[in-house]
C-alpha cells in the first residue's frame, strides 16, 4: 500500500500523511461515531468546554475497531513496522487547551530503538496557528532526539531558556489538515501543538512493535501499561488482525 519513497519518508523524518485518505462521506460517518462515543461517556450532557478523553473508543466501538482493522490503517502499521505489532490504545480525545508544549510521548535514548506509531485522524479543518499538530521532523532520532531533552518539563520557559524562541516560534513542520487527511507518526518524535480552540477533536490509534526484550517491557510498563492490559474486546475478538495484535506474555 505504501511506496518505497513513503517508507524511507517515514524512516528517516518521522511521520507521514496520507491526504484525502478517508472520502468526505467516511468523514462524515467517522465523525457521526465519534461524537456518539464521547456524548454517550458524557451521559448524553452537551458539551459544557471541559477537557474530554475516552481511551477506549475502539475498544467500545465496532465502527472503531473495523477501522483499525482496514487496510488503510493496519496495512500501513504492518508496512511501517519491521516486525509483529500490539495494540497499545486508542484516544478519543475533545480539548479545550489552547496548546500543547513541545514533547515526544516516548523520550529517551532508550526509546530511540523501539518503534511505536501514534495514528492521528483530526475531524476539524486545523491549521498551523489553529489546533494543528506540529513536528520536528527527524527528532525521532539520536542525536536530535536528545538535543531537544530540556524540552520536556514543557513550561513555559522550558523553550525561551533553551533556545532563545517562544514555543510557538520553534522551527518546525506544521501538519496543517483538513478532514479526511490521516497522519501516521513515531511516538519518539517530538511535536507540540498551538492555536487551540474549545472544542477541537481528534482520534488517535496507539500501535508498538511486539516486545521482545526487557527494556521493551520496561518501556511499556512506563509509557503505556494499557497496551499490557489488553481490553476483553479485543482479546475476545474473533477478528484475526485483532487477535493477532493482542498483547500476550513471553512465558504463554
Ligand atoms: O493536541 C494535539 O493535537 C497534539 C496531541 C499530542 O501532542 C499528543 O497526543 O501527544
Redesign the pocket.
Known amino acids: 500500500m505504501l511506496t518505497a519513497k513513503q517508507e524511507s519518508y517515514f524512516e528517516t523524518f518521522g511521520f507521514l500523511v496520507m491526504r484525502r485518505y478517508f472520502s468526505p462521506d467516511k468523514m462524515k460517518t467517522i465523525t457521526r461515531q465519534f461524537d456518539s462515543v464521547l456524548t454517550k461517556d458524557r451521559s448524553g450532557v452537551p458539551f459544557n468546554r471541559e477537557e474530554q478523553l475516552v481511551t477506549t473508543i475502539v475498544e467500545q466501538s465496532q465502527f472503531f475497531t473495523q477501522l483499525v482493522e482496514s487496510d488503510h490503517i493496519y496495512k500501513v502499521i504492518e508496512q511501517l513496522m519491521p516486525g509483529e505489532f500490539i495494540w497499545s490504545g486508542s484516544?478519543g480525545?475533545l480539548?479545550v487547551?489552547s496548546e500543547?508544549r513541545w514533547?515526544a510521548?516516548r523520550q529517551g535514548v532508550a526509546e530511540v530503538d523501539y518503534i511505536r506509531i501514534?495514528v492521528?485522524i483530526?475531524l476539524d479543518p486545523?491549521a498551523k496557528e489553529q489546533?494543528?499538530?506540529r513536528v520536528i521532523p527527524g527528532s525521532h532520532r539520536l542525536p536530535l532526539h536528545t538535543d531537544l531533552q530540556p524540552l520536556i518539563a514543557q513550561k513555559a520557559d522550558s523553550c525561551p531558556q533553551t533556545f532563545g524562541v517562544s514555543g510557538a516560534d520553534l522551527p518546525c513542520f506544521p501538519l496543517e489538515s483538513q478532514p479526511g487527511d490521516v497522519i501516521f507518526f513515531n511516538h519518539c518524535l517530538w511535536?507540540?501543538?498551538f492555536g487551540?480552540w474549545e472544542g477541537?477533536r481528534?482520534l488517535?490509534l496507539k500501535f508498538a512493535a511486539k516486545p521482545t526484550t526487557e527494556a521493551h517491557m520496561a518501556s511499556l510498563r512506563r509509557w503505556s501499561p494499557y497496551a499490557l492490559e489488553p481490553n476483553p474486546a479485543f482479546v475476545n475478538s474473533d477478528r484475526p488482525r485483532i487477535k493477532s495484535m493482542v498483547y500476550v506474555p513471553f512465558d504463554r
Open positions: 484516544e480525545n480539548t487547551h500543547h514533547h510521548d501514534k492521528m483530526y486545523v489546533g494543528c499538530l511535536h507540540g501543538m487551540g477541537r481528534y488517535a
